[in-house]
């Protein structure tokens, strides 16, 4: 599957993040995933607007919304 693994993304954004790296996680756009990512010490968030490959433009602009609402000082990245 093309879908990030966000279990494993956590954990490996918050090693890298403690190891001093800036973490741009390519994430779906789930709020408590992204909250887990932010608490792991990711400052950017890079959140899906389609699946990898698909060619289906945004298809939840809704759940990018909300994100943006949830999370309004972060940097947010849209991964079109």
Do not use: H
């Not at 973490?23 to 400052?43: H, M, N, S």
């Not at 945004?58 to 919304?65: D, G, Q, S, Y």
């Amino acid at each position: 599957t093309l879908q990030p693994d966000v279990f494993g993304l956590v954990e490996a954004a918050r090693i890298l993040c403690e190891d001093g790296f800036a973490v741009f996680p390519y994430t779906t756009d789930d709020l408590i995933v992204a909250e887990r990512l932010l608490a792991a010490g990711c400052k950017v968030l890079m959140p899906w607007c389609a699946p990898i490959g698909s060619a289906l433009g945004p298809i939840n602009i809704m759940a990018l919304r909300s994100m943006r609402g949830y999370f309004p000082g972060v940097p947010l990245i849209v991964d079109a």
